[in-house]
């Protein structure tokens, strides 16, 4: 028998007004697999990521995470995704008012985890020295850095990013990307990111061609 997929996406339509950007679309997610997901600008990607993190809702369809359907206005549901997810969005702006160390600590706290992994990620993504700073006092790449501690630290199963590295020198992210790979195949988690940069699909163990149709795999030699 099959163990359960991470994330299963099952007849997934989705239109804004008359504008339809997901028809029918289907997709199993196998436990330690990672995904990019690649395609023209407006295919339909990010919404599709939105979907998956519970920012919305499909209108036809069903999203399945480890298994069981999340909905969206569901407060048990919120946690299951709390613990089961990381987020790496550019809408999941780090708080300004929490120094960089509590920032990276808050999914530990709501999930009830030690604190001690928040500074060693901080470290992981070359933030050494830099804890007690604010985030008004980072760059934006800096920013981004910190969101990737923050979206890793809590060894999420299911790990989804937005262009993780979009604000990064090509040095950085690199090192970054390593660090999603290497984060994720030491938890035996799964990713699936998405981007525009034939570099950072290529870390990934499948890329998922995205266009009016679905998704088509690509697997990859990693
Ligand atoms: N909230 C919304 N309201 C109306 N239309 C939307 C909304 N969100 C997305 N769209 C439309 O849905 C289509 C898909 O957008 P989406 O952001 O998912 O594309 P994408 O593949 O991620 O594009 P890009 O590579 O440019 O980021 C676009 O035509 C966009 O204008």
Request: hydrophobic share 40%; no cysteine; glycine share 6%.
């Amino acid at each position: 028998m099959n163990p359960t997929p991470v994330l299963e996406l099952i007849n997934i339509s989705k239109s804004y007004s008359d504008r339809v950007v997901l028809s029918d679309l289907s997709y199993r997610l196998a436990a330690g697999e990672y995904v990019a997901i690649m395609g023209d600008s407006g295919v339909g990607k990010s919404t599709l990521l939105n979907l998956i993190a519970g920012l919305d809702s499909p209108d036809q369809g069903e999203i399945r995470i480890d298994g069981k359907n999340l909905p969206v206005e569901d407060e048990a549901a919120t946690i299951l995704r709390r613990q089961y997810l990381g987020f790496i969005f550019q809408a999941f702006h780090v708080l300004p008012h929490l120094t960089l160390l509590q920032n990276v600590s808050l999914p530990l706290l709501l999930n009830h985890q030690p604190l001690e992994r928040a500074s060693a990620m901080l470290t992981a993504v070359g933030l050494q020295g830099r804890e007690q700073d604010f985030p008004h006092q980072l760059s934006g790449g800096e920013l981004q850095r910190v969101a990737v501690a923050r979206a890793l630290v809590h060894r999420p199963r299911l790990i989804l990013a937005d262009e993780p590295t979009g604000n990064l020198d090509q040095e950085t992210a690199k090192d970054i990307l390593q660090l999603i790979r290497t984060e994720i195949k030491a938890n035996g988690a799964s990713a699936i990111i998405v981007t525009h940069s034939q570099t950072a699909a290529e870390t990934a163990d499948t890329i998922l061609t995205m266009d009016r149709h679905g998704l088509t795999p690509t697997r990859l030699q990693n």
